[in-house]
């Protein structure tokens, strides 16, 4: 099973700052590496898929990178509505598995 | 537009039985896999199955394998999960999800399941 290291738990930043979260997998899984957003009381939202592909509706500010082992969520500046808890999930193997969650937190 | 639905979550005994179902509208339904995926109180996000567009695949977490049965009806656009030998760690928010490309393009708002004496 692979599994998928988040890291920070939590991040205190505020407003029009920058995020960055990693998500590092115990073996390589080339670029199949999804990053969720996930807020209190509502259904997850996938955001990147394959590691760096936006999915629809996802803003520009949200960027993802890496490859094989070491994966990175890039916010480049936060707006409100994105302190969420950001999950990471990889496809290449099966069982599919999520990271713990980064949680992005108002400073 | 995309819609995805749960139902049938509720209090059940340990060592008892549950059917979980999902409605789904607003794409192809026999043309993707559905997933399920639970998030326990407190916890993050766990994969439970996939099952394939036409059903003949079905992937299961090994927490669950051999307790839980994952179908679809693809001519009511419907995926069920029968749930049995309930344990308390099967406590959870399940979310049906339509799978796309290996990743979850689409949920629902879950269906809770507590599983209690």
């Known amino acids: 099973e692979v599994v998928l290291t988040q890291s920070p738990v939590t991040l205190s930043l505020s407003p029009g700052e920058g995020a960055t979260l990693s998500c590092r997998a115990s073996?390589?899984?080339?670029?199949?590496l999804a990053w969720y957003q996930h807020k209190p009381g509502q259904a997850p939202r996938l955001l990147i898929y394959?590691?760096?592909s936006r999915a629809a509706g996802t803003p520009a500010r949200f960027s993802g990178s890496g490859s094989g082992t070491d994966f990175t969520l890039t916010i480049s500046s936060l707006e409100p509505e994105d302190f969420a808890v950001y999950y990471c999930?990889?496809?290449?193997?099966?069982?599919?598995?999520f990271g713990q969650g980064t949680k992005v937190e108002i400073k | 537009e995309v819609q995805v639905v749960e139902s049938g979550g509720g209090l059940v005994q340990p060592g008892g039985s549950l059917r979980l179902s999902c409605a789904a509208s607003g794409f192809s339904f026999s043309a993707y896999a559905m997933s399920w995926v639970r998030q326990a109180p407190g916890k993050g996000l766990e994969w439970v199955s996939t099952?394939?567009?036409?059903?003949?695949?079905?992937y299961y977490a090994d927490s669950v394998k051999g307790r839980f049965t994952f179908s679809r009806d693809n001519s009511k656009n419907t995926v069920h999960l029968q749930m049995s030998s309930l344990r308390a760690e099967d406590t959870a928010l399940y979310y049906c999800?339509?799978?796309?490309?290996?990743?979850?393009?689409?949920w629902g708002q879950g269906t809770l399941v507590i599983v209690s004496s």
């Open positions: 999800a339509k799978d796309w490309n290996g990743y979850n393009d689409w």
């Open positions: 073996q390589t899984i080339g670029s199949y």
């Open positions: 099952i394939s567009g036409g059903g003949g695949t079905i």
């Open positions: 394959d590691a760096s």
């Open positions: 999930q990889q496809r290449n193997n099966w069982p599919r598995t």
